[in-house]
């Protein structure tokens, strides 16, 4: 049956994959659950339609991510494939305000344990530049950005930061 054949696909994979199929999997179901309940500006139809994309991207790229894990310039490709639809999803469903954003961090899981630091860093600058954007060219064009950020974002910006700082840790533990 199918489910046996995932728990046996699980079951195999190095540890490294089983925390980041782990953390993909937690990640893709809490940020859709947030999105479906959490935002009165889209409809059902919105919001069906992003969370059936989004998980069938991310089935997918999961099972890339195994089939290529040891070949880092697909994994580079991959998580730049990634990024670039991660990014384009925070344009509908809510920039800074989407929980997708959250979702991003897988991207910045990969990076940490199979890539390197730099990388994992201009994926989160790459996010992070592109909420930014959305923020002040979609919903405040008017707003003097830094202070808004300052006064109001700060504290998500920080734990962004305080995420991939721990996710790069693990990394350099997992690698040992």
């Not at 997918?60 to 990024?83: A, D, H, R």
């Not at 929980?99 to 201009?122: D, E, F, G, H, V």
């Not at 954007?133 to 734990?159: C, V």
């Amino acid at each position: 049956t199918t489910t046996r054949g995932v728990i046996n696909f699980y079951k195999k994979q190095q540890e490294d994959i089983k925390i980041i199929l782990i953390f993909r999997s937690l990640s893709i179901f809490i940020t859709s659950f947030f999105y479906a309940f959490g935002s009165p500006d889209h409809s059902l139809g919105q919001k069906t339609f992003i969370i059936i994309c989004i998980l069938i991207a991310s089935l997918i790229l999961q099972y890339l991510y195994v089939k290529n894990w040891g070949s880092t310039p697909s994994i580079i490709f991959l998580v730049l494939l990634e990024v670039t639809g991660n990014t384009i999803l925070l344009i509908p469903s809510g920039g800074i305000a989407s929980p997708y954003l959250w979702y991003s961090l897988n991207t910045i899981l990969i990076s940490s344990i199979r890539l390197n630091q730099i990388l994992c860093w201009i994926n989160f600058a790459v996010y992070l530049s592109t909420s930014m954007g959305i923020l002040y060219l979609g919903t405040y064009p008017s707003l003097e950005l830094l202070p808004y950020i300052y006064n109001h974002e700060r504290n998500f910006i920080l734990s962004l930061i305080l995420i991939t700082i721990a996710m790069q840790i693990l990394a350099r533990y997992m690698k040992k």
